[in-house]
Every structure is written in structure tokens, then in C-alpha cells.
């Protein structure tokens, strides 16, 4: 497990940085901007099987009469 970090502030990542958080294991290429950055980095990382699928529950037919 390699954790992901988002949306962290400029001062956090300083700190981080001095507390020698960042390894060759946990990188800085593992900060994102946001969560969804995030989230799609990591279903990539997965691979296409694990990106969820989903139907359209619904009905978006139009009958409108004059």
C-alpha cells in the first residue's frame, strides 16, 4: 500500500519534507492537487478492470406533444 496525498498545503508539504517523510518508496509524485486527481491515478495504477462501470438509471426520453 503507497499512500496518496491531496489537496495538502504548501507548509504541510515543507514539513513533511523536513521530517524526511519522502523515501524512495513514498515519492512526492504521490501529491496531487485534488482528490479526484488522485482517485484517477490510482484507478490507472489498477489497471482498466478496476474502474467501475455504470448504467444510466434514467429513463431521458423526451415525448413532447403540440
Known amino acids: 500500500m503507497r499512500p496518496c496525498l491531496a489537496s495538502c498545503q504548501a507548509c ?3 514539513q513533511l519534507d523536513r521530517g524526511d517523510f519522502f523515501s524512495h518508496v513514498i515519492t ?3 501529491l496531487f ?3 479526484h486527481d488522485a482517485v484517477l491515478y490510482c484507478l490507472r495504477k489498477r489497471g482498466p478492470s478496476a474502474a467501475p462501470s455504470y448504467d444510466c ?3 431521458m426520453t423526451c ?3 403540440l
Open 12 to 14: 504541510v508539504v515543507e
Open 28 to 30: 512526492k509524485s504521490h
Open 33 to 35: 492537487a485534488t482528490v
Open 57 to 59: 438509471a434514467l429513463d
Open 63 to 65: 415525448n413532447t406533444h
